[in-house]
């Protein structure tokens, strides 16, 4: 059974930090691409960051500098970690994953998604 499941959200102050990771399974985790997406109330699902499965990285320009995306192949599992947070942050945040993206932020890219944890700055 494929499935990815995100974990580590929650509420913090502007400027605070967070982890989330994403549990993966039932698939050949490390041959994928990983990546995270956000969609706030009213807005369309974005794409933050992306991973490779030769770790190579991509962020959006709105996180660039503060958020680090990366990956345990051992665990199964993928990181956001979310430094210098700020209101406009605020969104559910997914993991996807994709055998083969040729444009990262597009979500029709990935094949498994998970089911959110939504990170609320205030």
């Known amino acids: 059974h494929v499935q990815l499941v995100e974990s580590g959200g929650g509420s913090v102050q502007a400027g605070g930090s967070l982890r989330l990771s994403c549990a993966a399974s039932?698939?050949?985790?490390?041959?994928?691409?990983m990546g995270w997406f956000r969609q706030a109330p009213g807005k369309e699902r974005e794409g933050v960051a992306v991973i490779d499965s030769d770790s190579s990285t991509i962020y959006a320009d709105s996180v660039k500098g503060r958020f680090t995306i990366s990956k345990d192949n051992a665990k199964n599992t993928l990181y956001l970690q979310m430094n210098s947070l700020k209101p406009e942050d605020t969104a559910m945040y997914y993991c996807?994953?994709?055998?083969?993206?040729?444009?990262?932020?597009?979500?029709?890219?990935?094949?498994?998604w998970g089911q959110g944890t939504q990170v609320t700055v205030s």
């Open positions: 039932g698939y050949t985790y490390s041959s994928y691409c």
């Open positions: 996807a994953a994709g055998r083969v993206v040729a444009d990262w932020p597009r979500a029709n890219e990935y094949d498994i």
